[in-house]
């Protein structure tokens, strides 16, 4: 499970400042319990010395140590029920002096040893989602809430179905690919008019998929090209692209609506390649057709679009795209 630097940073910060807030509230009480109960200052300066005594103890070799440390023990052990009388008596409330870290099994580390501990995992799922509800448009994006409505029912005999039963079909699909997303999995491309549904079944998928506990980054082509202009301009760190590459799914909505320049070609180009060399994979939703792709962004990335990613058409009454679908699945066919 790889989550990107932003959604990492944000979840040490938040179990940092949880153990802060854990050992400010022990010390705030500690503060009280004392002025409360005096003695229980003197109980906790006397256990201190008894540990120091029985550690310095074990480094001495020359001498018999059994009945000093025995001594000590039994010390050591009438302090602690002095001081869990002093307290029952108080009546502090259960663990008012509970001193442990905020997660045990790490102990307020997020690790143990080289592995994320559950306490940062869980953290980082809910960074996750903060960070994508925020980027993704309307906050209403579930499978569920997909309208078929704006599908026309007639049948195209270019088509072989209708145009809301071929969307059906990208529907399911689509669920499926969320549910069952592993990182690598094959890439996806949306082609379809304005206004067909698919910047919103594209944060369906990602916000499917950052529930399966994966990395997603979503954003619109603009915002990405901007990000990699800033940082080619030196307005912004190299590091900020990382989110880019590292993610387990990408998603570019919107390709063909920004200012599509030699910078802006070369950068998708990288995005794309590299993304499919690491095996990471990469949603791209856009209004273009594969001929204006070739045309506005040139053969290489048409190819590679083409050949590596899984194309879904989001049709409406758009009776243009149909033969060039139909064409498509022929040759597809006979592959
Ligand atoms: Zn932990």
Not at 65 to 72: G, H, N, S, V
Request: aromatic fraction near 8%.
């Amino acid at each position: 499970m790889a989550y990107t630097n932003t959604v990492l940073t944000r979840a040490r910060a938040r179990l940092r400042q949880d153990n802060e807030r854990k050992r400010a509230e022990y010390e705030d009480h500690l503060g009280k319990a004392y002025a409360l109960r005096p003695r229980l200052r003197e109980i906790d300066r006397a256990l201190r010395s008894t540990t120091a005594r029985a550690a310095a103890l074990l480094f001495q070799h020359d001498t018999d140590r059994t009945a000093e440390l025995a001594r000590l023990r039994e010390e050591n052990q009438k302090l602690q029920d002095e001081r869990q009388w002093i307290l029952d008596e108080a009546e502090l409330p259960d663990g008012y002096l509970d001193d442990s870290p905020v997660c045990t099994l790490c102990s307020g580390t997020g690790y143990i040893g080289s592995r994320m501990c559950e306490c940062l995992q869980e953290l980082c799922r809910q960074e996750q989602k903060r960070e994508l509800a925020s980027l993704l448009p309307t906050g209403r994006e579930r499978f569920d809430n997909f309208s078929m409505e704006v599908y026309p029912e007639r049948f195209y005999p270019e088509l072989g179905m209708s145009a809301r039963t071929l969307m059906q079909k990208n529907l399911n699909y689509c669920k499926k690919y969320a549910m069952e997303f592993q990182p690598g999995a094959r890439s996806l491309l949306f082609s379809g008019a304005t206004g067909l549904g698919k910047t919103f079944l594209s944060a369906c998928i990602a916000r499917q998929v950052a529930e399966g506990g994966h990395s997603v980054v979503y954003a619109t082509a603009g915002k990405l090209f901007s990000d990699y202009e800033a940082v080619k301009f030196e307005r912004a760190e190299p590091e900020s692209l990382r989110d880019y590459r590292d993610c387990d799914l990408l998603i570019i909505d919107d390709l063909g609506t920004e200012m599509t320049t030699e910078f802006v070609k070369a950068a998708l180009y990288e995005i794309v390649n590299s993304r499919l060399l690491e095996r990471k994979t990469t949603v791209i939703s856009t209004n273009l057709n594969e001929q204006d792709l070739e045309e506005r962004y040139g053969g290489q990335i048409a190819s590679r679009l083409q050949g590596s990613y899984r194309v879904l058409y989001f049709l409406g009454d758009d009776i243009r795209r149909l033969r060039k679908i139909k064409q498509n699945e022929e040759r597809t066919a006979r592959v």
